[in-house]
Structure formats: C-alpha cells, structure tokens
C-alpha cells in the first residue's frame, strides 16, 4: 500500500519578489500562496496561515502545486517536517507533522 501526505490546504501559484528573494537569502521566482487552510487538518494544527506563501518543505523548494505533491511522501507521513512560509514578507520555518491522505 502506497501512503500519500496530507497537509490540508488549498493553494496557488504566487511570483517571489525580488525582496523577499533577499529575505529568503536564495533566488525563487515563485512560492504557494495558502488560500485556504481546512480545519483541523495537519496544516491547521502546525499553524500554517491563509496568506502564507509556502516556499519549502523539508528545505526543498516548492513553486508548484505539483512539486508540492511531489514532497507529501509517505516518507513524511506522521513526522514532524518543517515548513518554510512567507509570512508578512519575512520567511519563518514552522514545524508541521504530515497527515495521511485517506
């Protein structure tokens, strides 16, 4: 059986500006901003925000909605695994234990 992650948001594409590439200390033209954070879900419980633009998990970039699929192993599955946000531009790295996708 293959277990899939789960993190419970809802997502979009955002371009990086070029400060917050410099608050990141790396180039990243773009990042998941979080439109919507369902309730209860892991992302919810590790405090990830709507407004949020998520831009690693596990210090791996993500720009994508594919490549952050791509990260939700089941490797990750019930681990803590940090996430990098923007959050008010400035970046923050928020522990976050992956769900199970049912």
């Given at each position: 059986r293959?277990?899939?992650?789960?993190?419970?948001?809802?997502s979009?594409?955002?371009?990086?500006?070029?400060?917050?590439q410099?608050?990141?200390?790396?180039?990243?033209?773009?990042g998941?901003?979080?439109?919507?954070?369902?309730?209860?879900?892991?992302?919810?419980?590790?405090g990830?925000?709507?407004?949020?633009?998520?831009?690693?998990?596990?210090?791996?970039?993500v720009?994508?909605?594919?490549e952050?699929l791509?990260l939700l192993?089941?490797?990750?599955?019930?681990?803590?695994?940090?996430?990098?946000?923007?959050?008010?531009?400035?970046?923050?790295?928020?522990?976050?234990?992956?769900?199970?996708?049912?």
């Amino acid at each position: 059986r293959i277990r899939r992650g789960f993190l419970g948001v809802r997502s979009q594409p955002v371009e990086v500006s070029a400060a917050q590439q410099g608050a990141l200390g790396r180039e990243q033209e773009s990042g998941l901003l979080l439109v919507g954070v369902e309730r209860g879900s892991p992302a919810d419980s590790g405090g990830l925000l709507v407004g949020d633009i998520i831009v690693a998990i596990n210090s791996q970039p993500v720009s994508d909605p594919d490549e952050l699929l791509a990260l939700l192993t089941g490797e990750v599955v019930d681990k803590s695994t940090p996430v990098q946000v923007l959050r008010g531009g400035q970046p923050a790295t928020i522990p976050v234990t992956i769900g199970e996708r049912k």
